[in-house]
């Protein structure tokens, strides 16, 4: 259905995505990511650290969801195991930290080339299924990285481990709130950047193909398969970036991070800004942790507005935020 | 030993059955509606908190099931025709996310209404007994009871299934839907009956487990993803499926967790078996999960015809 859909309108479809999107999505993206810039270096003028760090969470997490719009928007792989990565991430810059290697250096690279590893273990078994057998394959796994990280009684188990110093980058002290936002803020713009560069590449046009018509694609001679599992792999590294940030955000890891509930909400997070555009992650998750802090203040019940946003989201509002601003400024 | 396996075999089974009702359920949606529900875990759990409210006020755990049945049934209905009958157009992913919605809300509702604590139901003295069914080997009464109620119900649904016009219905739905509702049946009255099913199916394990476990917040949202692990393996839309993958990972689930440690001490004497075998026995039902759709990524029995 969703495939003729996009035969309609091919001519949208085939234009590359723009990096700031057009129109009104132009201004809005512009405005979003100096907003996102600005408002934390306002609050840490004022002193006011929690608004800091609230704004850091906004951007560790867009990282995740930004890979996983890289795979679920734009290659059509409905990832339900993505909080997984996050996890390996965080436990790469835990278990050489409980060892006393404290570098950076070895952290960030290994959180990325760990979840590089398990996304190509993982992914060249799991794309072999499609549709929900996908969905839930990809459960299964993290679910699998869940249950081992919760055995190693060395690290914590299911108390989690603390974080006794954050990485150390040298010339960067990320201990200050202030550093640590900048270089998450700088990675984020990064990730952006490389996703942006991936979808408008060769290599970006053939895994949007695959989404929109696996056979196609084989029938002109492209080794889908490969070329999904790259994607594949690229998107579960940068989620491995994410999770090395929330750890060093949190001070803390703990294997909770990779139950099915935070896949499922990262998958919010991406279908809530619009899966598919470039930036519409970023809004996405800034909406949902938004509104989790603000209903969280006024009821610990908040899970029952949130659920029933959840549901009218899914059943009213088609591409998005990011769509629903478009299509506001179309009318 | 084998004192402790045949108790443990016991167990492994009455994990099944339960399984088999939750797994039902979920594989005639999804077979016959194409429809993923991961929600279907918080009927479990109404199911059990329904039962717990109706035994206390009633005064008996039998009449106490009794009366949740018919609610849990109109729970379902309405669910489908408020939520899920607007979503069966849409993709997996949609589906996903609204029943994701749908746990959140069951979960703050329950939680609104019974409060946080979890509730234990009181069983009548003629269940909460122990029987001897073997020489030396002593089983409770009542998990003797779950597996023979959960066996007798996987009976009456083949029976259902086979040879009632509803189930040639529900067969000829799985197969092609489009079909069915040309040859003038109300298909939406048929699926919202189909989901009203399905429901009853997963309350009726909730009420079943709730005298053992006590009714909890989230009870649902671990085995439901079990209950997926079931469909998947047996093969989605396959009923016999269903059954044979959910005694299969019931007892595999249940003799992991109890033997699993033991053997790998057989290979390794390090304490690295301490730690591996927890985790491993955590794991084993995803990792089979994994080799089944590797191998046949369609599942073990897949329905004929798709």
Redesign the interface.
């Known amino acids: ?2 495939a003729q859909k996009k035969a309609a309108n091919l001519d949208e479809y085939l234009k590359a995505p723009s990096l700031f999107g057009f129109g009104i999505g132009r201004i809005m993206t512009i405005v979003l990511m100096v907003l996102l810039f600005i408002l934390p270096l306002i609050a840490w003028y004022m002193g006011n650290k929690f608004y800091l760090d609230f704004s850091s969470r906004i951007v560790c997490l867009a990282i995740a969801a930004v890979s996983l719009n890289l795979i ?1 928007g734009f290659g059509g792989m ?1 990832s ?1 195991g993505h909080a997984a990565f996050v996890g390996i991430g965080a436990y790469a810059v835990g278990i050489p930290s409980h060892h006393g290697y404290e570098s950076a250096w070895l952290h960030f690279p290994l959180a990325m080339i760990a979840a590089a590893f398990f996304a190509l273990v993982t992914g060249a ?2 794309l ?6 996908f ?3 990809t ?3 993290a ?2 990285a869940y ?2 990280f ?4 060395e690290y914590g188990g299911d108390d989690g481990m603390t974080l006794w110093s954050r990485s150390d980058f040298g010339f960067l002290n990320i201990t200050d709130k202030l550093t640590f936002f900048l270089l998450s803020y700088a990675l984020l713009a990064l990730c952006i950047y490389l996703v942006f560069r991936i979808v408008n590449s060769r290599f970006g046009m053939v895994v949007r193909g695959c989404n929109s018509n696996e056979a196609r694609m084989k029938s002109l001679g492209y080794n889908t398969y490969a070329y999904r599992l790259t994607a594949y792999v690229i998107s579960g590294a940068m989620c491995g970036l994410a999770g090395a940030l929330m750890a060093n955000l949190q001070d803390f890891i703990t294997a909770d991070t990779m139950t ?2 935070r896949s ?1 909400e990262l ?2 997070m991406v ?1 809530l800004g619009g899966a598919g555009s470039v930036f519409g992650p970023i809004f996405g998750t800034g909406v949902f942790l938004l509104f989790e802090e603000i209903l969280s203040a006024y009821t610990i ?1 908040w ?2 507005p ?6 009218l ?3 009213f509002i088609k591409g998005g935020v990011n769509g629903l601003i478009q299509r506001a400024w179309k009318t | 030993m084998s004192t402790l396996f045949l108790i443990q075999l016991l167990n492994g089974l009455q994990l099944g059955v339960l399984l088999f009702l939750l797994a039902a359920g979920l594989t005639l949606v ?1 077979g016959i509606m194409d429809f ?1 529900n991961l929600a279907h875990g918080s009927l479990y759990m109404l199911g059990a908190f329904v039962c717990a409210s109706l035994t206390f006020f009633t005064g008996s755990f039998v009449w106490g099931v009794v009366f949740a049945i018919p609610i849990i049934a109109i729970i379902g209905y309405l669910f489908e025709v408020l ?1 899920v009958r ?2 069966y ?6 589906h ?3 029943t ?6 069951a ?3 329950v ?2 209404s019974w409060g946080p604590e979890g509730i234990a139901i009181p069983l009548p003295d003629y269940l909460s007994g122990q029987v001897e069914i073997l020489p030396d080997i002593i089983f409770p009464t009542f998990r003797l009871l779950i597996i023979s109620s959960g066996l007798l119900i996987a009976a009456g649904l083949y029976w259902l299934i086979t040879y009632t016009r509803l189930g040639m219905l529900i067969r000829a739905g799985a197969s092609n839907r489009t079909m069915v509702s040309a040859l003038g049946i109300d298909i939406s009255t048929l699926f919202a009956g189909v989901f009203a099913l399905g429901a009853v199916l997963a309350g009726v394990a909730g009420m079943l487990i709730a005298p053992i476990t006590e009714a909890t917040i989230g009870m649902g ?1 671990d085995i439901i ?1 079990t209950a ?2 079931v469909i ?1 393996v047996g093969g ?1 839309g396959s009923m016999k499926g269903a059954f044979i993958a959910a005694i299969l990972i019931g007892i595999i689930d249940t003799l992991g967790r109890s033997f699993l440690k033991d053997i790998l001490e057989i290979f390794n004497e390090s304490a690295s078996a301490e ?2 075998g ?2 491993l026995s ?2 084993l039902i ?2 089979i ?2 080799i089944v ?2 191998l046949r ?1 369609q599942g073990l029995f897949p329905p004929k015809v798709r």
């Open positions: 259905m969703s679920l409905v339900f078994i799991s072999r299924t499609k549709g929900v057998y969905i839930m394959i459960m299964a796994f679910q699998m249950y081992f919760l055995s190693l009684e099915w509930t499922g998958m919010f279908i019940y899970h029952l949130f659920g029933v946003l959840l549901i989201s899914v059943l | 999804f993923v939520i607007h979503l157009e849409s993709n997996h992913l949609d996903v996310l609204a994701f919605g749908i746990i959140l809300i979960d703050t509702l939680q609104l949202n993803i997926f692990v998947i989605i730690t591996a927890p985790a955590s794991m995803y990792i999960m994994a759709l590797a990524p």
